[in-house]
């Protein structure tokens, strides 16, 4: 893969994508997650991706994320690649370039928030400190709380700490507000568009709330296993405007 100095400024697109599928299974239980996507998201945007449970959103963001690969077609991560790396290959991807989000936290309860985040500082190669990543989302005050002593909103906020501390070029969020209430997702929100804003990552935001798609950059609709719509957002919220 190739040095963060290198992928750099190469095509102005965080990703490109042409003709990807996904089966899984074959013969009579072949199920097509994805029929062919066609998708370019530029860097540095946030994306807010829509689609009903089946709709293959989750399929395509695995396999940005390299958690998956296309059973064919290409992706390219800054021009090179990914849908032909090998398993090393993306597991060092994963480790340099992508931060995950999902809608449950995945905390370990024995640690405190701030080493919750220091996990992942340990094995990255220039990371934020934990006190910056969680100063980021607004848990400053919150360093040595263990996850029980958090609410849901804030467990989530370190969640998107530790995914942001290693300083990813992507950051892939899996229905990250699923499971809050509307003014505890404000919240949420709000930490990814702050770390959107400060670190510049190419922010994917899965979601079934149609709302949310008011804060985007970008908004992409699956259906079917296809992109059925891409709009650029001529009238961007904040967070703080929307609600559901």
């Not at 945007?45 to 689609?51: H, R, S, T």
């Not at 931060?99 to 934020?128: C, D, H, K, W």
């Not at 530790?162 to 919240?187: I, M, N």
Request: charged share 25%.
């Amino acid at each position: 893969m190739m040095s963060a100095g290198e992928e750099s400024g190469k095509t102005g697109l965080c990703f490109r994508a042409r003709a990807v599928t996904r089966i899984y299974n074959s013969g009579a239980a072949a199920v097509h997650a994805l029929r062919g996507v066609d998708l370019d998201l530029p860097d540095g945007e946030l994306v807010v991706v829509l689609g009903a449970s089946g709709s293959g959103k989750s399929t395509f963001l695995n396999i940005l994320g390299g958690l998956d690969t296309p059973t064919s077609g290409e992706v390219l991560f800054r021009g090179e690649d990914i849908s032909r790396a090998d398993q090393r290959q993306l597991t060092e991807y994963r480790r340099r370039h992508v931060g995950f989000v999902f809608q449950f936290y995945n905390l370990m309860p024995s640690l405190t928030a701030r080493e919750n985040v220091a996990l992942v500082t340990e094995i990255a190669e220039a990371p934020l400190s934990p006190e910056e990543a969680l100063a980021m989302v607004g848990l400053e005050n919150r360093l040595d709380h263990f996850p029980a002593q958090l609410s849901g909103g804030e467990q989530q906020r370190v969640a998107i700490a530790r995914a942001v501390a290693k300083q990813p070029s992507v950051l892939l969020c899996d229905e990250p507000t699923g499971a809050l209430d509307s003014a505890t997702g404000v919240r949420v929100l709000e930490a990814l568009k702050t770390v959107n804003d400060s670190l510049g990552a190419t922010t994917l935001l899965i979601t079934h709330n149609a709302a949310i798609a008011a804060i985007a950059d970008r908004v992409v609709i699956f259906a079917d296993g296809r992109v059925r719509e891409v709009r650029e957002n001529a009238d961007k919220r904040l967070p703080g405007e929307i609600s559901w």
